[in-house]
T-cell receptor, first 115, second 117 residues
Framework: NAGVMQNPRHLVRRRGQEARLRCSPM?????VYWYRQLPEEGLKFMVY????????ESGMPKERFSAEFPKEGPSILRIQQVVRGDSAAYFC?????????????FGPGTRLTVT | AQTVTQSQPEMSVQEAETVTLSCTYD???????LFWYKQPPSRQMILVIR??????QNATENRFSVNFQKAAKSFSLKISDSQLGDAAMYFC??????????????FGTGTRLQVTL
């Protein structure tokens, strides 16, 4: 059973470009979470999605960041007009459900570098 | 809002010895889960151990065990017979058990564990 897949593993963007990060959850998982880890810090929650729905986006910056989890295909975290401060590792996690079924399994992360 | 505090930025342990990493948390909820995740240099987040708040018995996974003190809101991780492969960042995390709310994880700032020969 494949784990959570994220691609690309490394992404370099110039300031002002767009970054698209992809996450394919584990088989049978319909809940996806995105977290951001700035250098030398812990992971911070960004957004929680189920298929075609954003459940909680309380950790998402108000501008330039968006996320989706379509009926078909991976979840996408999109960052428009990237700035140096967006450089971080972005982790996706998936779970089968919430509450007692909410065990989250993490992907390997995408390291975004903005030059 | 829930908070998780790890007061030890770095710890060091000799191979084969035992080390305890501290974690405290703050919540008004009665139903929740606590976790320890390991992040080695590869940066992959690996679940080490979990504890359900309603269980009084401390969780154990091989050389890893926790000391869960619910009243004190303390959740420490004990690593016995430390191995070189245990060297990593360790993060304590909290998750609500309420199925009606989002199940996001709240992480502490981490403890970097060094294992020496």
């Amino acid at each position: 059973n494949a784990g959570v897949m994220q691609n690309p593993r490394h992404l370099v963007r110039r300031r002002g470009q767009e970054a698209r990060l992809r996450c394919s959850p584990m088989k049978g998982h319909s809940h996806v979470y995105w977290y951001r880890q700035l250098p030398e810090e812990g992971l911070k929650f960004m957004v929680y999605l189920q298929k075609e729905n954003i459940i909680d986006e309380s950790g998402m910056p108000k501008e330039r960041f968006s996320a989706e989890f379509p009926k078909e295909g991976p979840s996408i975290l999109r960052i428009q007009q990237v700035v140096r401060g967006d450089s971080a590792a972005y982790f996706c996690a998936s779970s089968r459900g919430s509450g007692g079924l909410g065990e989250q399994y993490f992907g390997p992360g995408t390291r975004l570098t903005v030059t | 809002a829930q908070t998780v505090t790890q007061s030890q930025p770095e710890m060091s342990v000799q191979e084969a010895e035992t080390v305890t990493l501290s974690c405290t948390y703050d919540t008004s909820e009665s139903d929740y889960y606590l976790f320890w995740y390991k992040q080695p240099p590869s940066r992959q987040m690996i679940l080490v151990i979990r504890q359900e708040a309603y269980k009084q018995q401390n969780a154990t996974e091989n050389r890893f065990s926790v000391n869960f003190q619910k009243a004190a809101k303390s959740f420490s991780l004990k690593i016995s017979d430390s191995q070189l492969g245990d060297a990593a960042m360790y993060f304590c995390a909290y998750r609500s058990g309420d199925t009606g709310t989002a199940s996001k994880l709240t992480f502490g700032t981490g403890t970097r564990l060094q294992v020496t020969l």
